[in-house]
């Protein structure tokens, strides 16, 4: 049974902007601290933001800041990941992630996640 489901990916030039979206069941989403990761070939996971279950928190890792931003719908159990000014080297698989036990402490840290989506691919081309 599929939990999370990301969409939103595609091909898009540099400098442009793309928004994903991960849609979750409610009971994950109401229960869990959620989180955007990704990964290009040949390298780690690598986080990105998440934010708390409440949405009170937000966390991004710091090459991120100021070009992506986490948000929650929470009559839609879904979370967003808005990229702007994208780079070729931000081409890579994106997955959404929910955990239940998520502190401020390891929220950067992927096997402390529950639930992981299939990805969806962003491709920036130059």
């Known amino acids: 049974q599929v939990q999370l489901v990301e969409s939103g990916g595609g091909l898009v030039q540099a400098g442009g902007s793309l928004r994903l979206s991960c849609a979750a069941s409610?009971?994950?989403?109401?229960?869990?601290?959620m989180g955007w990761f990704r990964q290009a070939p040949g390298k780690e996971r690598e986080f990105l933001t998440a934010?708390?279950?409440?949405?009170?928190?937000?966390y991004y890792a710091d090459s991120m800041k100021g070009r992506f931003t986490i948000s929650k719908d929470n009559t839609k159990n879904t979370v967003y990941l808005q990229m702007n000014s994208l780079r070729p080297e931000d081409t890579a698989i994106y997955y959404c992630?929910?955990?239940?036990?998520?502190?401020?402490?390891?929220?950067?840290?992927?096997?402390?996640?529950?639930?992981w989506g299939r990805g969806t691919q962003v491709t920036v081309s130059s």
């Open positions: 992630a929910a955990g239940s036990a998520i502190t401020s402490h390891d929220y950067n840290v992927p096997r402390t996640y529950d639930y």
């Open positions: 409610g009971r994950i989403f109401s229960s869990s601290a």
């Open positions: 934010v708390s279950r409440s949405g009170r928190f937000t």
